[in-house]
């Protein structure tokens, strides 16, 4: 599984992003995507995930702000950020975890930088 993450930048708070998550190559068998963000000197931490049945976990500190969505036909993962806040600020990295029997694998898109200005 390749994926491919873009549509960071900088906004100033109360703006808002739209991450993209592009997946390909061996596509099925994907259990969840989900984003996690990594801030200066902390820990990545899980930001939302969705599952292919479409169960869906966002962190506390982004729930009624941001919204997960997939569409399936373009294996397309999207993270929809509204009401952004300084402490939103970080580089963004799209997870996939693909199952197979009893294993799991991790497949990790290339960080993407989301600034917020106050």
């Known amino acids: 599984v390749q994926l491919q993450a873009s549509g960071g930048g900088l906004v100033q708070a109360g703006g808002s992003l739209r991450l993209s998550c592009a997946s390909s190559r061996n596509t099925f068998r994907i259990n969840s995507v989900g984003w996690y963000r990594q801030a200066a000197g902390k820990e990545r931490e899980l930001v939302a995930s969705?599952?292919?049945?479409?169960?869906?976990k966002y962190a506390d500190s982004v729930k009624g702000r941001f919204t997960i969505s997939r569409d399936n036909a373009k294996n397309t993962t999207y993270l929809q950020m509204n009401s952004l806040k300084p402490e939103d600020t970080g580089v963004y990295y799209c997870?996939?975890?693909?199952?197979?029997?009893?294993?799991?694998?991790?497949?990790w898109g290339q960080g993407t930088q989301v600034t917020v200005s106050s």
């Open positions: 997870h996939a975890d693909q199952r197979w029997g009893p294993h799991t694998y991790d497949f």
């Open positions: 969705i599952t292919s049945g479409g169960i869906i």
